[in-house]
């Protein structure tokens, strides 16, 4: 019974997407204040620009909504793909001006508001500035009333250049704090120091073009640059070259990996391993706790456990690491 709870809550846990965070405590802090100051950058540079009092009661539209989901990306994932300047700077432009073109156009229509959005999609895609809050920032354009309309084109200035321009320098200097955080990715890569690998000692070397073709086989945006998801993997390799050899003793209650990608991964606990003087009766019992096969038993010998295993694994933060001293 607690198994099959357990297989439909890990079933939809993946539907819905739910990842494992293992982002520190201390990020998770930062981000939330550099969100809290990028805001109030865009606060108080836009009310210095049209020269209005803080706090003061005025109908003058001084930023949008969208700049929140901004801050979201800029401040909580300020290395993706779709947080990049230009992402930020030509989202909220190209679906401003969209936004307030449809609005020219076709007026308080049905189709207004669903065609700036759609269209303003296709656009942040073919100009390779796709950035989600500048979805909301093209309804606005629509929906934000007569304070709005009345602005015309004048939209794309003020509030919006204004307000990317503010929270874009708040997140380039509050990021700049932090070594790792650097802001836009590039400086983040610049800073970084490189480290000699083993490449010889490879059977094969992934490159940057691998991943471009990869990701063009996958044809689906992914938050993620090519450059990014290289260096995550070439960390991961270096990490994997810690330890290449299969784990000596098989031992109940321990967790073991067989150390694949994808959906070929998965991670077993030895139920049972008693060992018995005959080499076909030296079996174990074990169970998948994740990945493929997840939840299920199943009975094999030691040696072909061992074969399968290619090293001892621990649960640490929600994710399965590797026991560093598994090889001895």
Known sequence: MKSHIARWLNEARLFLGLERNTTSHNEKVISAAGALLGIMAVYLVSCWSLGVTPLGSTTVVMMVSSMGASA???????????????????????????????????????????????????????????????????????????????????????????????????????????????????????????????????????????????????????????????????????????????????????????????ALWSVRQVLDAEENSGKDNDKIIYKTLAGAGAYDTGLCRRDEFRLWARFEVVPKQGRWIKKEDSSE
């Open 72 to 262: 979201v990306l800029l401040f909580a994932v300020p290395h993706g793909a779709l947080s990049q300047p230009w992402a930020l700077v030509g989202g909220h432009l190209v679906s401003a001006f969209i936004g307030v073109s449809c609005y020219q156009l076709l007026g308080n229509h049905l189709l207004t508001g669903p065609l700036s959005v759609g269209l303003a999609v296709g656009a942040m895609y073919y100009l390779r500035c796709i950035h989600p809050p500048g979805g909301a920032t093209a309804l606005t354009a629509v929906i934000g009333g007569s304070e709005i309309h009345n602005l015309d084109y004048g939209f794309l200035l003020s509030p919006i250049l204004i307000n990317v321009l503010a929270i874009f320098s708040m997140a380039v200097l509050f990021n700049a704090l932090f070594p790792w955080r650097r802001y836009p990715a590039h400086w983040a890569r610049r800073h970084k120091p490189a480290k000699e690998t083993r490449a010889a000692d490879r059977q094969f070397e992934l490159t940057q073009e691998d991943f471009a073709a990869a990701m063009q086989q996958l044809d689906s945006y992914i938050d993620v640059t090519a450059e990014g998801l290289s260096e995550l993997l070439e960390l991961a390799k270096q990490h994997a070259e810690k330890n290449i050899t299969h784990p000596k003793t098989i031992q109940a209650g321990h967790f073991y990996s067989n150390g694949k990608l994808g």
